[in-house]
Antibody, heavy 122, light 106 residues
Framework: EVQMVESGGGLVQPGGSLRLSCATS????????MDWVRQAPGKGLEWVGR??????????DYAASVKGRFAISRDASQNSLYLQMNSLKIEDTAVYYC?????????????WGQGTLVAVSS | DIQMTQSPSSLSASVGDSVTITCRAS??????LHWYQQKPGKAPNLLIY???SLQSGVPSRFSGSGSGTHFSLTISSLQPEDFATYYC?????????FGGGTKVEI
């Protein structure tokens, strides 16, 4: 069974840092694109960034709103995806979801984790 | 960047009704368009991928159509469990972009 479990969310002050983790199982982690998507309280969904598969050298892309502040990485030995968030702003407050593409390298976000809440507040 | 305009933002319907939600892309995205359902407090769930392909396990009352810049999601014969918020997403180009969502209410 495919599973993604996010962790690492919590309360952080503006300007602070946080690292989210997404532990995966049930599939070949290196063969899939992985995205981070967030949802601010009471708002819609916002794409945050992408890590492509090993075949595409795990290249990354980011939304303009987080570029230069957030970084996506992987640990293939742990089948885990990470989101390093620096210089956090109040508007980064959201539930952050880890999403796997539907099938290998399709790029169609298809399988979602349960999410982890990040609250940025003083 | 591609913008996704979803309409309506909300609608009221009854059990058994047929409803259609539309999404318009600001440029041609071929069929790189996907639909998700989200219930309160839950992660989104993929319903339709590549504009018209039904995700495994999703009831056949859900259907998607369109290509290019105009897309639609139709729910025929609404069931009580279908009352939720629906989002479209384009994956044709980076940055990926969601529509604003459609809340389907009783």
């Amino acid at each position: 069974e495919v599973q993604m479990v996010e962790s690492g969310g919590g309360l952080v002050q503006p300007g602070g840092s946080l690292r989210l983790s997404c532990a995966t199982s049930g599939f070949t982690f290196s063969d899939h694109y992985m995205d981070w998507v967030r949802q601010a309280p009471g708002k819609g969904l916002e794409w945050v960034g992408r890590s492509r598969s090993k075949a595409i050298s795990y290249t990354t892309d980011y939304a303009a709103s987080v570029k230069g502040r957030f970084a996506i990485s992987r640990d293939a030995s742990q089948n885990s995806l990470y989101l390093q968030m620096n210089s956090l702003k109040i508007e980064d407050t959201a539930v952050y979801y880890c999403v796997r593409d539907l099938y290998e390298t399709s790029g169609y976000p298809g399988v979602w984790g349960q999410g982890t809440l990040v609250a940025v507040s003083s | 960047d591609i913008q996704m305009t979803q309409s309506p933002s909300s609608l009221s319907a009854s059990v058994g009704d047929s409803v259609t939600i539309t999404c318009r892309a600001s440029q041609n995205i071929i069929t790189y368009l996907h639909w998700y359902q989200q219930k309160p407090g839950k992660a989104p769930n993929l319903l339709i991928y590549a504009a018209s392909s039904l995700q495994s396990g999703v009831p056949s009352r859900f259907s998607g159509s369109g290509s290019g810049t105009h897309f639609s999601l139709t729910i025929s014969s609404l069931q009580p469990e279908d009352f939720a918020t629906y989002y479209c997403l384009q994956s044709y180009s980076i940055p990926l972009a969601f529509g604003g969502g459609t809340k389907v209410e009783i």
